[in-house]
Every structure is written in C-alpha cells, then in structure tokens.
C-alpha cells in the first residue's frame, strides 16, 4: 500500500512540470501472445504475430516513469527532486540484488571452505569465482552509480551520505533500508506539494493496417470498440476475400488511370483540382491571418517559456496547440510533373496530411481559439507584463474569422480528400479511424495499466497474413484538450501478422498483358484487371521468406480484350507472386481468343501499403 | 582504536623483516581479497578500522573470512618495499585493494577522499575475477 501511495504521489507531482519533452521513447512494454511468444516493445523491430494470436500487454509504472524524460530546465523546482526519486528507486532494486550476490558468494565460501583437499575443490573454487565475480558485477554498478548521484546533488549528498555510509558497514539490505527510508520522506513531501497538481494519463490505442486501410483494435479497458466473435484464420477459402475485390477495384481504376495518364488528362485534372483548393486555402489564411497569428504566438510563447514558471505550462500547451493548428495552413506540396505512380502517391500523402490539419482545425480550431482568448485575458489581468494586447486582438480575430469561414474550410477538407482519393490514397478511412475515441487510464489508481487484445474477435476486419498491428503508448498531463501537445513520453510496438504453414489467398492486381501466339492481332501490354488464388507457405520467424520473398504459387483469371469481335474473353494462366503479392508474372491462354499471352502485374495496393510502410 | 580490528593484519613498525614475511604470506593466501592500508596518522587508522567492519560482511565462518586487511604502518621499510614495489609500482597509494590473483584492482591516493562507501565500492572491485 505503502508503494501504490507513492506511486501516486509522484505521478501528480509529475503533472506540475511543462509538457517540453515530446519524444521521451518509452521501452518497456511486455507482450505475451497466446502462442507463448513473449516481446519487449518498443523497438524499430518489427515482430511476427500469429494471425490467431491473442495478446496480453503488461506496462510496468515503475519502469514507464523511468522512461520519461523530464524538462531539461535546471530552474524547474522539483526537478531535482524529481531525478533522485528515479535514482532511488533503481538503486533501492541495485542494492536488494546486490545482497543476494553476497550471499551466493558467501554460500559458496562455504562449499569451498568445506570441499579444500577433496576432489571437489577445483568445482567449488570455480563456483565460488563464479559468485565473487556477480557479487562485484552488482556491487560496482550499485555503488558507482550510488557515488556519481551523491556527487552530483549536494542536497542527496547531505540528507543521505552520512546513514548510507554507516549502513554500508553492515550489509547491503541495511543500505536498501536507509534508502527506501528516505523515498518516503520525499514522497510524502512531494505528496503534500502536489495536492492540486493535475495527474498523468496513460493512452493506449492499437490499430491494425491492411493494404490501404487501417482499424483501431480494442484494448481491454482503454475504449469502447466493439469486438465479434472469434473467427479463425480461413486457410483454404475459395472465393475472393474483402482485399481482393478491394484490389480488383483499385486495380480496374487504375487501369483507367493508367490510360488517363497516358494520354495527359490525369494530370491536367489533378493540376486544376489542387489549384482551386490552393487558392481557397490562400483565402482562408488571409481571412483568418494565421502569419500574423503564428508569428505573435511565436513571440508569446518564447515570453511565457522564458518566465519558467511551471504554473504557466497549461497556456504554454494551449498557445503551442493553437499554433500547430495554423501552421502551414497555405501550403500545399507543389505537383511535380512527375506520373510516376510513387511520385503521385508522395504527392497524395502529403495532401492526406494537409486534408487532416484542416479537419482538426474545423473541428476545435474555433474552440481552442475561444478558450486561448480567455486565458490570455486572465493572464494579462494577473501578470500584465506576460501578454500584450496584440495578441489577444489578433487571437480574439481570427477566432471569429474562423468561426464565420468554417463552411469554405470545410470544403476545402473534402476537396483534398478527393484528390488524395483519385490518386490512390484512401486517407479518409485512416482519418476515420483515428478519429475513434480512446478512454485514458490515469496513473497510479490503484487499476492496473495491462491490457489485452484478441486478433481473433476484431469486429469488421479481415485479417490477413502481412497486415500489420501497431499497439502505441502515451503518458500526458490529464486536463489537456490536446493529448499528444501535453505529451510526456510515447512508446510504439508493431507487430506483422503470419500464418504459419500453408494456406490459399485471393489476390488482385493490375496486369500488364502481352499476346504471345494465336489468331488475334499482337497485344503490346494491354493494361486489365486480374484476380488470382496463390498457394503460401509461413515459417515461423523468418522475415525473409515470409515478408520479403513473400512466394506464391496458383492460378490467376483476367478478362482479356484481344479480340474486337468477341464480348467475353477470359484468361487463364499459372503465375508466381514475390513480395507479398506485389509483383505477378505468369503465363496463360485466352481461351475465347484462342491465343497465348505472357503478362507481367502489380499490385497497387500491396505497392502502396509498402509505401506507408517506408514513409512511416 | 575505537573498536576491536577482527580482520586486520597489523603489520610491525619496527622490525622490517618480520613485516615482510608476514605480508608475503598474507599475499599468498588464496581466496582472499587484500585491503593494504600504508600509514599511521589518525585518518589512516579511521580507514583501516572502516576497512575492518567491511570485512565483516564476507565472513564465511570463524576460520576463513574472503577479505583480509592488512594495516602496513611503515610502508617505507625496505623489505616491505621489496614485496609493494613490484605490485603498486612507483607511485604507492595510500590504500590499494588486491584481487584473487593479486593485481591491485583498486586505490586510493588520497587519504581524504576515503569514506566507507567509497572504500566498499573499491573492496568491490577485488572480487572482480
């Protein structure tokens, strides 16, 4: 109880320092799947999910606080104590281990003591070297570390040096002892301090991505997402799954695409599409004058950070939110002249992102601006010299402007959508699924932070071996509109799904067809639609094959179009898939046509998934 | 001495030869990490007691003890040096921590940068095989 207490304690005075350390990587989150595989996330690896796996997440809040990092401000109070509680904590667990490594040395000792002479002496000394050389591997680390915190904080130094140093006299529990003993007394003065304090959150959220679509998967006691019931992975299914006909349509659309492209109507379309919202975009942030806002909340924050007072961290988070909103609103990425199918998908990501800047600022823009007017009046009331009145005039404007102007940006939004969509990025599904809100569990509340999750039972999603779940973690200041401003650490875990063994997939691509022989008229890569069923085979662990080479073997269907004369034409051919699906060749005959045909394909989907995969 | 040395090896001042053959044996011993501490002005003798009581906490049973202190008031006799010369080299520490295999795996120079914790932390070291 004495623990949950302190824990508690230390988390609320935690709350009281500025929300300055985005980006403090958190590494300590445990999984445990159902098929006994256990991963420490989280690392830039990618690990191997069985496709039917479920997963149990446990975060330890000892080791989580030790992975934030705190504001580098020396003049930040608190700060010092908040950096020796840290250290107690690992030097309490340092020392605890460092008396069991005497003791092993000293049961050695006696074996070697007793077995000197006899046979048995070259085993024991060897054991007994074994238990010397732990002992002083846990002993230098404890007490090293224990000599540098005393050197470095005189405070430490002065409240502790003098009982650590009678303590270590004896053994290294009694060193243990003398330093939980102090913790307390911290705590409970920290406890005291941070009485109204606001408390930390922890946020975890997973999403699982397939081909261009993402999904928020439910976490036990973190959201509301519905689950379903279990379904297991269908190995051998003979008719085309969601992904394919997914494929088969983006596949049909980029067919004509590809022609549009061609011929130059594509790009004439998509110039004069990006134009129109630029310049609504230029009239928006002329309305709104976010250069002139953004340079005054630049000026004010650089004042309120100046001041270090932890008081005005919430306004600095405010004032930093607002800021982000505007930032850049204008700037659209320019349109190369490059077709290339990843230059346009570049180009469609990068409006996907400044279709989501809009959506965010439409949906609180007018809000934050509304409550960042108030609290620059309040602070201009309490701390006169802080805020100017320009900044509360061009902030009060440019909430009403905003306010009046949210149908146009609005618009703008789901023009950029559009475009993103007709080159081939369907953002507006990842946006939709962002969009889903968690529930933050707050530290130390006597809840365990774990959590769970079951591939099985994701409701409206069919999973397939490739698709990819990522499970993230976030610690931020409770009270904060805008979690990942107040951000105090962020962890992320991905994980790859894997059937093991061997299974069918229903596969689409986009086919570059080539008559070989036959009656009809030479076809020099007639672009089509294709649909295949591969045969696969999962090793477990072994990303080169499974997510590189990533083989299949089958058949593939395509209507075909060789002959003008014949309505219906179908292709039937053998073909081999590398990557994942990603590239087809294969070699077949149509049969109403009567001709051969080589054709090589691509799957855009599996290219763009790749993409996103790279860019993220 | 404010307490009973239980784990020290005094060393005599006065008789060189005998001080030498006392040290070779203590350094011959097997199984033991070796505390030297040279000197004999008040500070000396608040290490060497510290030094003593953290002995303690390696003892085995009544007969054998894996740390060992030996307290050299006259490092300066020439028998001594004969035996510390070869092992410290020229510059003698005031305090200096052999291993099992008799290399110094820790020191001190100076005498007021000694406190227990800091000369746990180089007995420690002497563990290290």
Redo the contacts between chains.
Sequence with gaps: MAKRNRVISLFIFLAATPPVSRGAVMNRMIFETSSGDRYVGSSSATYELNIDDSVEIRIDEKSLLGDIRWSSSPALPGQSLLSRIQFLHQAVDAFVVTQEGLLGLKAAGVVLEAAKGSDAETDARKSFQLANSSFSDAAVSALSSLNESLDSDSELKASLEPALNEAVLGDYGQMADVLRRYLSEIDQKLGKKAENAQRLEVTLEAFITGGLRKQRIHLDGYDDIRTGEPVPFPRFQLALDERAKEEFAASEKLSESVNRILNGSFEKELKASIKKVETALRELARTVKTDVLEAELNDTLKTLVSVRDENLAPVISEVVAVRDLISGLDKLPPLSDETRLDALLSIAGAIAAKASQLQALANSGPERLAKLTNTLERLAREKPNLVNKKIQQTVLVAKDNLTRELAPLKASYTNLLEIAKAIGMTADVAAAADSVASRPRELGIGNSLDSRFDLQTIKDWQRNPGDEVSVSIRVSQKGTDDAKAASLAFGRQRFRLEALGAYLQSRAALLFVDSRTGKVPKQSFETVPGAAFHLRYGWKNQNWWNEWLAPGVGMSLAMLNFDSNKNFELGIAGSVTLIRDMFWVGYGRNLQAQADYFFVGINPIALGALYRQKAQ | MASMLKNTLILPENDGPLAARLLAAAIADL?VVLMLVFGKDASVEQVVE?AD??C??????E??N?RRVVWIMNPAANEIQEILKPLLGAKEPVVAVLN?HDKVAGSFQDISKV????L??EF??????
Excluded: C, I, M
């Design positions: 199984d510290w009581q953290l303690n906490k390696t003892r085995v049973s007969t054998y894996v099992f406190n227990p914790l800091r746990e932390l420690a070291k002497g563990h290290k095989v």
